[in-house]
């Protein structure tokens, strides 16, 4: 019979064993899923010979981005750099007005309320206030990716800061913390998670403040590209342009997770991989 120490190992190989297989099950199911749509969707459109300019077959899709790849490819590159500056904007200021609310119970009450009824303003309704003020072109997309991802950014922040528990906030002034040393030494290592999560949200969001200011107030972008198209009945190049969106807002999340995993891997720890009890 084997001993309790080989037992155990035996018991940990097959414990890590399992975790690999279950990683790259995690990293292969939305492949897979996202394969099988596609095969389900363009059997409908063949099956039912569904007309293109009501719902284009992914092949369809395909042979438009293969056919208009340059003013796909321009269009892209405008509406990442607008999204882009747009987020670093909202990151910053974000960042800023979450410590400030976070920090004061004051201003938490104060300014939290006016937050909430300027993010309940659809965004779209501010384009063309943006338009008269600036004028048709990529500023009115940057501000209004800006007003469309600060919001998550300020509410995460304040809230990672805010929820310090009291108890330790007096520990610390018992032993001679300044209020701002716990803010800067507590407050916002606390506030990393929430600032990370808020992140993956807002550089989603962000593409879509961009998309809708181009489609109403640009020249280019992949919004103003789909509206051109759209006028001229060409449903492949929208759903085209509707991919290309999607996958650079993937593409970002993705950074932002990396950056999360990098920064703030010990909020997470002890979530993935085996849980191996000593001696088996």
């Known amino acids: 019979m084997p ?10 190989e097959a414990l890590v064993a399992a975790a690999r297989r279950r990683r790259r099950l995690q990293v292969a199911l939305p492949w897979l899923i996202l394969v099988a749509g596609l095969l389900i969707w363009e059997g409908i459109c063949r099956g039912f010979a569904v007309p293109v300019f009501l719902l284009p077959a992914p092949s369809d899709i395909a042979a438009s ?4 790849w340059e003013p796909i490819l321009l269009n892209s590159w405008q509406t990442l750099l607008t999204t882009l500056v747009g987020f670093a904007l909202a990151i910053v200021f974000g960042l800023l ?23 309940s ?15 048709i072109g990529t500023v009115p997309a940057i501000i209004t990716a800006f007003l469309i991802s600060f919001f998550p950014i300020v509410v995460n922040v304040a809230t990672g800061i805010a929820t310090v528990e009291p108890e330790l906030r007096d520990v610390l002034r018992a032993l001679g913390a300044r209020p ?4 800067r030494k507590v407050g916002l290592p606390r506030a990393m998670p929430y600032f990370f999560a808020s992140l993956k949200i807002a550089i989603t969001v962000a593409f879509v403040g961009s998309i809708i200011a181009e489609t109403v107030a640009s020249n ?18 929208v759903f085209a342009g509707l991919v290309v969106t999607g996958v650079m807002g993937v593409l970002m999340y993705a950074v932002a997770v990396a950056v999360e995993k990098r920064t703030t891997g010990w909020a997470m720890r002890g979530q993935d991989g085996p849980q191996v009890a000593p001696g088996g």
């Open 3 to 12: 001993r309790d120490g080989t037992a155990g190992l035996s018991r940990a």
């Open 180 to 183: 701002s040393d716990i803010v």
């Open 220 to 237: 280019d972008g992949i919004g103003h590209l789909m509206i051109l198209a759209s006028s001229r009945f060409d449903v492949p190049l």
């Open 97 to 119: 007005l979450g410590v400030l609310i976070g920090s004061s119970s004051l201003l938490y009450h104060g300014l939290y309320p006016l937050l909430i009824g300027f993010n």
């Open 65 to 68: 981005m293969v056919k208009w």
């Open 121 to 135: 303003v659809p965004k779209v309704a501010l384009v063309p206030i943006l338009v008269i003020w600036f004028g």
